[in-house]
Every structure is written in structure tokens, then in C-alpha cells.
């Protein structure tokens, strides 16, 4: 007999395209967002690309997560800064680039510690252990049957 695992939803985003443009309408709970993309690709650059999002996600979720961690140690973390970047290699390979920067009073012990929690934050675990998008049947008035 195999388990089958429950999965609870603990986040919910919503992206909407209207009109011949690439820019995109996103609600991520009960805030707004939009991704576009650059003149060099056909959009209008007036907001992020989906790719910078994505970005976006992974530094401020590893700003939060070690904020969260060292404020429950009552270590001396002023700033964290995360430094991200998207590369394209040969055959369409791609990899993301992090750099943190920790600023405070933290000795070595501390500095190394924060750096290994930052490789299993969720975003980072999400990003990186390839998490599997499932189809769900489209809804709404135009759908097809």
C-alpha cells in the first residue's frame, strides 16, 4: 500500500495577460505585482521581467529567512544583502549566481552557519530541487470543453 501525501496551498498567485502587450496583471494574495518584458524582446520594460522575479523571490525569501533565524538567536545581523543573477551558457544551459553579503558583528561560526541555512530556505529548496508544476483543468467562460 503506497501513502499518498496531502498538500495543504500556503501561498496562491494569479497572473493575467489582456490586450497585444506582454505586460502581465499578477495578485499574490492581496497584493499586487507585474512582470513585463524589455523593448529588446517586444514588451514596454514597465515592470520586471519573469525572470527577475523569480530572482526577486529567492533573495528576499534567503534576506528573510536569515533575518528570522539570526533575530532568534539574538545574533548581531545589521543587513543582509543578496546578490542574484540569471546566466545562459552553451545549449541553453542556465544557472542562477548568489552572493550574500552579511553585515554586523557575527564571528566566523555565525557567518558560516547563516550561509548554510541560506542553501535551505524555501524558495532556494523550491528553485533548486526542481519542484514539479502540476496542470490543474482550466476554468472560466472560454475554456475549452
Same mark, same amino acid.
Given at each position: 500500500? @503506497? ?13 493575467? &495577460? ?12 492581496? $497584493? ?16 520586471? @521581467? ?9 533573495? &528576499?525569501?534567503?534576506?528573510?529567512? *536569515? ?8 545574533? !548581531?545581523?545589521? @543587513?543582509?544583502?543578496? $546578490? ?11 544557472? #542562477? ?8 558583528? *557575527? ?6 552557519? *547563516? ?15 526542481? @519542484? !514539479?508544476? #502540476? ?5 472560466? !467562460? $472560454?475554456? !475549452?470543453?
Amino acid at each position: 500500500m @503506497t501513502e499518498s501525501i496531502e498538500y495543504v496551498r500556503s501561498a496562491a498567485a494569479v497572473a493575467t &495577460s489582456t490586450g497585444d502587450d506582454y505586460r502581465v496583471e499578477i495578485r499574490a494574495g492581496r $497584493h499586487q505585482l507585474a512582470a513585463d518584458e524589455p523593448e529588446s524582446a517586444g514588451g514596454a520594460d514597465t515592470a520586471s @521581467t519573469p525572470v527577475g522575479l523569480l530572482l526577486s523571490a529567492l533573495g &528576499s525569501c534567503t534576506a528573510i529567512t *536569515l533575518r528570522m533565524y539570526a533575530q532568534r538567536k539574538q545574533w !548581531p545581523l545589521e @543587513t543582509v544583502r543578496v $546578490h542574484l543573477g540569471y546566466e545562459k551558457g552553451a545549449d541553453k544551459a542556465v544557472r #542562477i549566481t548568489r552572493r550574500i553579503d552579511l553585515i554586523g558583528e *557575527l564571528d566566523q561560526a555565525q557567518r558560516a552557519r *547563516l550561509l548554510d541555512i541560506a542553501e535551505r530556505t524555501p524558495v532556494t529548496r523550491a528553485v533548486g530541487s526542481g @519542484t !514539479p508544476i #502540476i496542470a490543474a483543468e482550466p476554468r472560466g !467562460p $472560454h475554456s !475549452p470543453a
